[in-house]
């Protein structure tokens, strides 16, 4: 295992070269597969309380690491045909996010100072 | 800019933790807000045609990179606290894919073969 | 107020046709729309307790609300476009659903029988 | 079949209290499930071109009709634990979408003009 994001992204789009599938992977059918996954994630979780879903029996883990993985290869792919390099966009935006939300005032707070969904 | 998706990770753990967000940060809760965030990418491509995805104008294209942002903070933060390595579980899904996607069988076919909706 | 699908849809379908929509109307288009949608209504849940989500104040009941009606509008939109009775396909599957789930079996546990995830 | 939303939310009240799942129905946990099913929903889409979204073959138009029940299904129940009225949510929505999208402004355009989104 390697911590090589780009190369996972490479080994991908070979993956789908052989298959001939980029005539289906435009960025708006890869992002309708994105939230396809992102939803089959949700339903791992839905009938769960918080504890539980903190917790989760070894069959539950075992679907949701591979739902994870599949968010994951789709978010990969999307960023590729879209020439996006996942780790700076984030990196930015987690930069934006921690002048935006100043401790002192969101401090333990998810609710009760606006905005009402603080963003990671 | 830095290709270390874990120094990402760790710096995003620490955003939460001087903000006391890690009691709404169970994993249940941070399956919404990745699905929440994978709408708002949708959203952006809903009304444009496969072509115009692929080249999307520089203000949506702009918002399209902060969603996707928004998206792999929220998955990368969601594998922390399961402890799941994402490149690890993507790297496992992407083989058995390779396996069970025969390329003699689904060359070129996103439809006619079985299955209907072949993952990545 | 009425409690008329029917007439509602033919308001919304004459919605669309004044200012030309029909073109961006497919059903493809629709069902990213309608996820789009119930994405927005997910992340008012998000940092909400189980608790919390039975008794939201009365800003945040007011947006649930309002995307309670948008996810409202285009199920109704996308119905109408596909030719489908949305009471006529659910009540079919009400009825599948209540041979499926024998009350004997799936008392009380959404987790502990088979499916996990028991269908409403 | 009847035209009746009322009715069916009955019946789907009953489905559930003859199994107690009223435990796991809480708006954030039906939220989710709403979700999930749009993301089924998506997923029958993903690969279409717009024009067989239009005219999908008979399997792929019945898991569509399946997933819209289940979307469907989902939304009555959310509704019913909110005491929210669906028709009178949605037509409200409409009818200030009326006003604020002046058809001499937005006729036949989903991206030139303000907002990007048109919302139905």
């Known amino acids: 295992m390697t911590d090589d994001l780009g190369e996972l992204s490479a080994?991908?789009?070979?993956?789908?070269?052989?298959?001939?599938?980029?005539?289906f992977h435009t960025p708006k059918n890869l992002a309708m597969a994105l939230a396809g996954e992102a939803g089959e994630l949700l339903a791992e979780f839905q009938w769960l309380?918080?504890?539980e879903s903190q917790n989760?029996?070894?069959?539950?883990l075992a679907?949701?690491?591979?739902?994870?993985a599949d968010v994951t290869l789709y978010l990969l792919r999307l960023a590729?045909?879209?020439?996006i390099d996942l780790i700076e966009v984030a990196t930015t935006?987690?930069?934006?996010?921690?002048?935006?939300?100043?401790?002192?005032?969101y401090r333990g707070s998810a609710r009760?100072?606006?905005?009402?969904?603080?963003?990671?």
């Open 80 to 83: 590729d045909v879209l020439s």
């Open 11 to 23: 080994r991908l789009r070979e993956f789908v070269r052989v298959r001939e599938w980029e005539q």
């Open 93 to 105: 935006k987690l930069e934006e996010n921690n002048r935006r939300y100043d401790p002192a005032n």
């Open 63 to 68: 679907r949701i690491r591979a739902e994870i």
């Open 112 to 120: 009760k100072a606006p905005p009402a969904h603080p963003q990671i």
């Open 49 to 51: 309380t918080a504890a």
């Open 56 to 60: 989760p029996d070894p069959e539950t």
